[in-house]
């Protein structure tokens, strides 16, 4: 047990979502329980996790999350361990929603993506199809996020549009897409920021620089691509070039990248596969599952073509994780580690109040608020 690692969790407390202030204790190693010595509680180690109040061991929890992260199928796991169908899947909408929080507070950080490529899935459901687009980061093969939607319109692709923005640093970045034209005026619109000068009324949106289009646009005859078309959208064919050879390499303008991270969530996600029995009950339920197989490729998974080749005898090729690519973490997380993460709150915000504030609020809001007080 290591309080330096965990944050206070109660929403009351100014020392809340922040770690490493010496605030925190153990209360109880039998217990497994740390105490906030600001607001003076006690809360477990698991709490804020995915194994919170969990009335099966962690271990077996993490064994089935595991199988299902990799493709197998839940009838499967019930035939084979005796669960109930439901607790499977309160399990599979648990960890959906862990590994949400996840990505969002580790991968949605400002970063130097270079090219992003995104796409989008058919999703066969119960009485029609959803669609499920995604997007990922290719120097790194990070995924970025996904979204899900009944219908394949604008407000689904500005809806990943905007994850990528999070996810992006102000700088050069090519976007690469099919056919779709909604991509364009999506991206158009998102990579704007707001320039503000002092004066009323609403500011004026400046657009991002260097923020480049191409789109690969594939025409079928039964089922079998017979021609690819590659366009430009926004930039010179230069600058398209000089970015697309800094994030993959020598090749063409392509999706590849995303094609090939599309047949992994098709190969671990059984509505998703083609041709198949299964389908998807709920649109909710497809989100779950998405963000499980993503977050465990991202964090749990080493990656073939990221290998690090190591000088010295032998050679020796240490595997990497995207997420390790990317920067974000400095080895390779098992699923236990991604479910036993503890994502921070949000720091404490002083609250409202007419009059002047009394001594003991102006010093916790110099204590605990600093600058973002």
């Given at each position: ?63 089935v999350l595991t199988l299902l992260a ?52 058919r999703v066969k459901k119960q009485g ?78 400046c657009p991002w620089r260097n923020v ?162």
């Amino acid at each position: 047990m290591d309080p330096t690692t965990v944050c206070c969790p109660n929403w009351t407390c100014p020392a809340r979502g922040q770690r490493g202030q010496g605030t925190l204790g153990i209360h109880s190693r039998k217990d497994k329980r740390f105490l906030c010595t600001q607001c003076h509680k006690t809360f477990t180690a698991t709490k804020g996790t995915a194994l919170y109040r969990l009335r099966v061991a962690a271990d077996t929890v993490t064994l089935v999350l595991t199988l299902l992260a990799h493709g197998c199928p839940p009838q499967a796991i019930v035939a084979a361990f005796g669960f109930d169908e439901r607790t499977v899947a309160s399990w599979i909408a648990r960890a959906g929603r862990h590994g949400q929080a996840v990505q969002a507070h580790l991968v949605e950080q400002p970063r130097d993506l270079g090219q992003v490529q995104a796409d989008e899935l058919r999703v066969k459901k119960q009485g029609g199809i959803v669609w499920m687009a995604l997007a990922m980061m290719v120097k790194t093969r990070l995924w970025l996020g996904g979204e899900v939607s009944e219908q394949r319109d604008m407000a689904l692709i500005r809806q990943l549009i905007e994850r990528v923005k999070r996810c992006a640093a102000c700088g050069p970045l090519l976007v690469c897409t099919d056919g779709l034209v909604s991509y364009i005026r999506a991206i158009r619109e998102t990579f704007r920021d707001p320039v503000h000068t002092g004066k009323g009324g609403r500011p004026r949106l400046c657009p991002w620089r260097n923020v480049l289009v191409a789109q690969v646009v594939k025409r079928y005859e039964r089922r079998r691509v017979v021609a690819t078309e590659r366009r430009i959208i926004e930039g010179t064919p230069a600058r398209v070039e000089t970015l697309r050879r800094r994030s993959q390499g020598d090749g063409v303008i392509n999706t590849a990248y995303i094609e090939r991270l599309n047949a992994t969530f098709r190969e671990r996600l059984a509505p998703l596969a083609r041709r198949s029995r299964a389908l998807a009950r709920r649109t909710l339920t497809l989100q779950h599952g998405m963000y499980l197989i993503g977050t465990v490729y991202n964090f749990c998974t080493p990656h073939a073509s990221l290998g690090l080749v190591t000088p010295g005898a032998g050679r020796r090729c240490v595997p990497q994780t995207p997420a390790m690519a990317a920067g974000i973490t400095d080895c390779c997380w098992s699923v236990q580690d991604l479910l036993s993460y503890h994502v921070p709150p949000p720091r404490w915000i002083p609250p409202k109040q007419r009059g002047r504030p009394s001594h003991a609020l102006k010093h916790l809001i110099e204590r605990w608020c600093g600058d973002h007080g």
